[in-house]
């Protein structure tokens, strides 16, 4: 059987499913793509040989340089491809699972903020830790896209 993997974008006007193993996964700190991603890197997963089908709508397009197009969905703005000669590419946290996509390689690290090696040593806190500051935090109502196909979206009486 195919490895499978879905995906999509935060509203969920945007949908996809990858079918087959990615040629691999990787970080990216080049600067484009840290403008792109709006991040300190671009996690993305190269398509390869695997195959994609846009389950539904489809992502509007940026030429980002000469040779590369960016794909995002024109209504919420979520990052979903890095297009180029050399293959397709998918965010990788646009993945409905994306811990079953680890990063394998590392591009563009000439990019590298300082920094980013360091992140994994900052003091860390849980989302509700935080309530003296963002008392809000326990009545949060998401309205991204649940991490799964579904035959219609946005759901009815979603805001």
Same mark, same amino acid.
């Given at each position: 059987m195919s490895e499978i993997?879905?995906?999509? +974008? /935060?509203?969920?006007?945007?949908?996809?499913?990858? @079918?087959?193993?990615?040629?691999?996964?990787?970080?990216?700190?080049?600067?484009?793509? /840290?403008?792109?991603?709006?991040?300190?890197y671009a996690p993305l997963v190269a398509v390869g040989t695997a195959h994609v089908t846009w389950t539904r709508g489809?992502?509007?397009?940026?030429?980002?340089?000469?040779?590369v197009m960016r794909g995002f969905c024109e209504h919420c703005g979520t990052p979903l491809t890095y297009e180029a000669p050399d293959g397709l590419s998918l965010a990788a946290g646009a993945f409905d699972d994306p811990a079953r996509?680890?990063?394998?390689? /590392?591009?563009?690290? @000439? +990019?590298?903020?300082?920094?980013a090696d360091q992140i994994p040593a900052l003091p860390a806190r849980a989302t509700l830790d935080d309530l003296d500051d963002?008392?809000?935090?326990?009545?949060?109502?998401? +309205? /991204?896209?649940?991490?799964?196909?579904?035959?219609?979206?946005?759901?009815e009486g979603s805001p």
């Open positions: 993997h879905t995906g999509g +974008c /935060q509203c969920g006007a945007v949908r996809f499913r990858m @079918e087959g193993v990615p040629k691999d996964v990787s970080v990216c700190h080049c600067r484009m793509c /840290q403008k792109a991603f709006g991040a300190y489809a992502p509007k397009r940026f030429a980002s340089s000469n040779f996509l680890p990063p394998t390689i /590392q591009f563009g690290i @000439e +990019c590298r903020l300082a920094f963002a008392p809000f935090l326990p009545d949060v109502v998401s +309205c /991204q896209h649940p991490d799964h196909d579904t035959d219609d979206w946005p759901p």
